[in-house]
């Protein structure tokens, strides 16, 4: 069985989301063509660039796949109260990812 990874997840979120691939890689200035291949988790030798992920999450409105990428690493993403409803437009420190590890972190003095 195929174990899902963070390039599936974005592939779902290109491929089952609201818009046609096309759109998406026509918004985030792409050829189809080449954003399909970064999207192929069997294609060793294409690769989704970070600000290529960013742009997708936008475009498709899906944070799926910073998710999937918290949990893997033991985070929860928890969504900022104030922008429940929107994508965030660039990193926040209060995007809300926290774990354990953290809370119990000793603080300096």
């Not at 475009?59 to 690493?73: C, G, H, Q, Y």
């Amino acid at each position: 069985m195929f174990d899902r990874n963070v390039i599936k997840v974005v592939q779902d979120a290109v491929l089952e989301g609201p818009l046609p691939a096309k759109v998406v890689a026509q918004e985030i200035g792409k050829p189809y063509s080449t954003l399909l291949r970064e999207l192929n988790p069997f294609d060793e030798n294409a690769k989704l660039g970070v600000e290529t992920l960013i742009k997708i999450m936008k475009v498709t409105r899906s944070v799926e796949p910073l998710r999937f990428m918290a949990e893997e690493l033991g985070f929860t993403l928890v969504p900022a109260p104030s922008r429940i409803t929107e994508v965030p437009s660039r990193p926040r420190r209060e995007a809300g990812l926290f774990s354990a590890a953290q809370a119990e972190r000793p603080t300096a003095a």
